[in-house]
């Protein structure tokens, strides 16, 4: 069973633009499924959608649309959500440093979201120390305050905060970005370990494809808030299929993060030329950047058609490729 299941999710944000009212579709009919104790890494340039997606995961912003199952429960349906199973979920953010409250010391920066739940002062106390540990955080800087601290250090701070809360699921949006390359391998190596103390689940959102490739079993790619393809995080990275995940990969200098030199590889791509999710284009929304764009693809977007197990694609290359249903589905 999978422990995390979107189908359908939609969000949309009225915005203005150029003086008028507008609709901006910044997750459109995103299906994704995790399962437990792995990592579904989610990729694409800037302004896909990512942190949209994240946030109504977590329940930082309400659907427009769709269904979301956690833990075999369902917790979204359109605009409803299930506030009890929230807890369960946390979310790590880029910045680590405007996410701690700079007057507060570490220990009570870590203890603060369990001493909101009511949590009795000697668990916290207990919880706290045992999490700056599993983190690397000496216990020494229990008493320090943020700016004592260095980037990567801070991070850790979030990541213990997160992990104090017992969650199943953690979404870690950019949550290494703001690092060093030499930090942010530390920091995915912790990541990794705790996953397997903890047997926890991630969704690790980054726009860095080193780092998505490093720490992700699965990978989907986000182009102008839809997925257009995804797959294990081997087979789609040996073997792109969407024209798009192909360009991504074509500009990724290496694939050891570290040694990768550029810091952004995906945005290093000319963007000038990316629509806007306010007027996409017909069809298919990748066709104005597309090397292989048919007449087809202005005027159908294409479904996204599973290709072999675990893996989807959502191209009219791949129309003649599609796994049949299995016999029971036939009509
Ligand atoms: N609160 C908001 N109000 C209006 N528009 C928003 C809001 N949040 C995001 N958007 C728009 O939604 C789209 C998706 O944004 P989002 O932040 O999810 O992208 P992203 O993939 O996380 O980008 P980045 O890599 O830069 O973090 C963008 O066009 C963005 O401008
Ligand atoms: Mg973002």
Redesign the pocket.
């Known amino acids: 069973m999978e422990l995390l299941e979107l189908i359908d999710i939609s969000k949309q944000?009225?915005?203005r633009s150029g003086g008028r009212r507008a609709t901006?579709s910044?997750?459109d009919h995103v299906s994704l499924t995790v399962r437990p104790g792995t990592t579904l890494g989610v990729v694409?340039?800037?302004?896909?959608?990512?942190?949209?997606?994240?946030?109504v995961i977590v329940g930082l912003?309400l659907a427009d649309d769709g269904e979301m199952i956690f833990d075999g429960k369902q917790v979204l349906a359109g605009k409803r959500r299930t506030p009890t199973e929230l807890k369960r979920m946390q979310m790590v953010f880029?910045d680590p440093s405007s996410a701690l409250n700079p007057r507060a010391t570490i220990s009570e920066s870590i203890g603060f979201p369990l001493q909101v739940q009511g949590t009795p002062k000697a668990v916290i106390a207990d919880r706290v120390a045992k999490v700056m540990h599993d983190v690397g955080l000496p216990a020494a800087y229990a008493s320090h305050y943020p700016h004592q601290l260095s980037g990567g250090q801070r991070q850790r701070v979030n990541i213990a905060r997160a992990l104090a809360l017992q969650p199943k699921l953690v979404v870690l949006?950019?949550a290494v970005s703001a690092l060093d390359k030499s930090i942010q391998a530390q920091v995915l190596n912790l990541l990794s370990d705790l996953q397997e103390e903890y047997g926890l689940t991630y969704v690790f959102?980054s726009?860095d494809l080193n780092v998505v490739r490093y720490i992700s079993d699965d990978v989907a790619v986000?182009y102008l808030?839809q997925v257009v393809e995804s797959g294990s995080a081997q087979e789609l990275y040996d073997n792109p299929k969407h024209p798009y995940t192909q360009l991504l990969l074509s500009s990724v200098p290496t694939l050891d993060p570290a040694q990768s030199t550029r810091d952004e590889p995906v945005?290093s791509i000319d963007s000038t030329e990316i629509p806007?999710?306010?007027d996409p284009p017909s069809g298919c929304r990748f066709r104005t950047r597309c090397p292989f764009a048919m007449d087809v693809c202005a005027q159908t977007a294409p479904p996204r058609i599973t290709i072999a197990d675990d893996r989807t694609v959502a191209c009219h290359l791949y129309a003649d490729s599609a796994l049949p249903l299995p016999h029971s589905q036939e009509v």
């Open positions: 944000f009225h915005v901006l910044a997750v694409g340039e800037s302004g896909c959608g990512k942190s949209t997606l994240a946030r912003h880029q949006d950019e959102i726009h986000m808030g945005d806007s999710p306010i």
